[in-house]
């Protein structure tokens, strides 16, 4: 009912701002923490000398983080770490795994900028109704068990040639292009063979290693938006061919493999978002349409004439008139002045069902 165009997105978009706002900040405490953390690791580690083993406790995470974290001068490791943060999506896999000296970097940057910016593919899981259900990210798992990141994700030149094949660059892996495949919860979604995806070969034809009587890997496991995991596909389209869908394309961004993240709510599944990255928000035809008994029946019971009476003769002494709700919304109107009317309303109202039904009610001083 509400998600609507025109002033009601106002609100929406104050909201998204909000959100906007306290998730950097919660990121700004999360980096804060963690350096501190890093701090005390590297700080015990060095004064620890009753443990002959000191490495045991720095922090294993990556090779790039205990190389910055053995650092000595732990006062300015906290700037480097944040520095190489950004840096990492910069580079994203690109250095195999050791860290460019500052001049490759510069070379690096100078050299692949210029075509990310120009050339980004966007990835997404799309459903049969064009929903575009996943937005693939650097780290989301492909078919080959392989991040996206972990596949080739640059192009000097957009091939010509549709789809558009992104294969995987770990070397022995036979994933000729990105294949995402959605997670139950948190596990793989099992074949009808009964083993997980992640058993079966990357190859073409993807076959069962586990077993020798499937035919390929083949789920019934349904999508958020109902529609079974089958019928979607992993689309690769360029920001043209995005924004000609009215898909959203975001900002140019330097970092590698963002694949198709172009804000905070991509992170959401299709059917939760509200902009037209997913269905995209209803038309106004169709938010003002009158309620049929095709309609789920919360609209039902909130929109018909004839509901809003069975309503109201559950409620002793009311009428019909005071009980129906101004469901119909002026568009003039934003959200917090429809809800707040709404409030007032029902707080009438119940104020008036008091004073009717005042006699049995008991009272406070006998
Ligand atoms: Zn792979
Ligand atoms: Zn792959
Ligand atoms: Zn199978
Ligand atoms: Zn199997
Ligand atoms: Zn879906």
Known sequence: MNGGNGASMA???????????LLDDILQRLVKLENKVDYIVVNGSATNTT?????????????????????????????LKRRE???????????????????????????????????????????PTGMDCKLVGPETLCFCTH??????????????????????????????????????????????????ADQHSATPGSACNSCSKCSGFHSSFTCGCGQPAYTHETVVETKQERSAMGKPVGQDVPYAA?????????????????????IGAPSVE?????????????????QGPSSSAHISSQLPGSSVDAMQVSHVRN??????????KRYQERLKKEKAAKQKGRGPLPSKNP
């Not at 963002?258 to 997913?278: K, P, V, W």
Request: charged share 25%; hydrophobic share 30%.
């Open 85 to 127: 943060k950004t840096n990492t999506k910069i580079v994203g896999e690109d250095d195999g795994g050791k860290l460019f000296t500052p001049e490759e970097y510069e070379e690096y940057k100078r050299k692949v900028l210029p075509i990310r910016l120009q050339n980004r593919l966007y990835v997404s899981w799309r459903s």
């Open 331 to 340: 568009s003039k109107e934003d959200d917090m002045a429809y809800f707040e």
């Open 147 to 196: 991040r996206y990141k972990q596949h080739k994700t640059d192009f000097e030149v957009i091939p010509k040639d549709r789809p558009i094949c992104v294969p995987c660059r770990v070397s022995h892996c036979q994933c000729k292009s990105y294949h995402y495949v959605p997670l139950n919860g948190t596990q793989p979604i099992r074949c009808r063979c009964k083993h997980f």
């Open 286 to 302: 169709f938010l003002e349409s009158p309620v049929t008994n095709m309609d789920h029946p919360f609209l039902k019971a909130f």
């Open 258 to 278: 963002m694949g198709g993240l172009t804000g905070f709510s991509s992170l959401a599944e299709g059917y939760m978002r509200l902009d037209d990255s997913g």
């Open 51 to 79: 443990n002959g083993t000191s490495g045991n406790l720095v922090p294993v995470t990556s090779s790039k983080r205990v190389n910055a974290a053995s650092n000595p001068q732990v006062a300015t490791s906290t700037a």
């Open 11 to 21: 609100g929406y978009a104050d909201l998204k701002r909000t959100i906007a706002v």
